[in-house]
């Protein structure tokens, strides 16, 4: 291999291996220790229930501490950019379906959350092919704290109390919140979608 060819290996790994780029990998890396925690021999103790939502909040975390790495340091890359939504959407799929399968959560917000994501990204995928670009608003973006939030404090299980407060309680609130935002905002992608490409035709 000439020292041209080791200078531009160099390079690209140097791309591939950003620090946002690594946290997104811990991510996807953290979704077995997740489901092995959720799906014990036995059914799933307080410790287990304890540790799972500690490893999902800390996984919640790093995707929200990578963008704005990534912002700060210049270090937005193409992998990134496909790899971050795609880990993001992987971990809290996984963990709506865990929360489901240990009887913690009701099957319809499962259902709508993951089938908005599913829409969403298809329709971001297309307004992309025709050159329109649908970036994340706010509301979008507080839909993504309801759901995080509201996945983690319902992991915890109902029988765990912490400073006296019931956070699986608190956790269910936050989900029928995230529901809410969660159409609201498809909604608005799509009515954004909608004007834009009337746009390109007129």
Same mark, same amino acid.
């Given at each position: 291999m000439t020292s041209q060819n080791q200078s531009l290996t160099f390079k690209n790994r140097k791309r591939i291996l950003t620090i946002p780029n690594l946290l997104t990998f811990i991510r996807i890396l953290s979704i077995p220790f997740i489901v092995w925690l959720l799906r014990h021999p036995m059914a799933p103790s307080?410790? %287990?229930? *304890?540790?799972?939502?500690?490893i999902f909040g800390l996984s919640f975390i790093t995707d929200q501490i990578d963008g704005i790495i990534a912002r700060a340091t210049n270090q937005i890359t193409q992998l990134g950019k496909i790899m971050d939504p795609l880990a993001d959407k992987i971990l809290v799929v996984t963990a709506l379906m865990l929360l489901v399968h240990i009887h913690f959560l009701a099957v319809w917000i499962a259902i709508v959350l993951s089938c908005r994501e599913l829409i969403v990204n298809a329709l971001r995928a297309? @307004?992309?092919?025709? &050159?329109? =670009?649908l970036s994340p608003n706010w509301v979008g973006k507080t839909k993504a704290y309801f759901e995080g939030f509201g996945i983690g404090f319902v992991m915890l299980g109902p029988d765990q %109390? *912490? !400073? &006296? *407060?019931?956070?699986?309680?608190? &956790?269910?609130? !936050?989900? +029928?919140?995230?529901?809410? =935002?969660?159409?609201?905002? @498809?909604?608005? +992608?799509?009515?954004? +979608? *909608?004007v834009e490409s009337n746009k390109q035709e007129s």
């Open positions: 307080e410790q %287990h229930l *304890f540790w799972a939502a500690c297309l @307004a992309q092919s025709e &050159g329109i =670009t %109390h *912490f !400073l &006296g *407060f019931n956070w699986y309680n608190i &956790g269910m609130n !936050l989900l +029928y919140l995230a529901v809410i =935002t969660a159409l609201f905002s @498809a909604a608005q +992608y799509f009515r954004i +979608y *909608f």
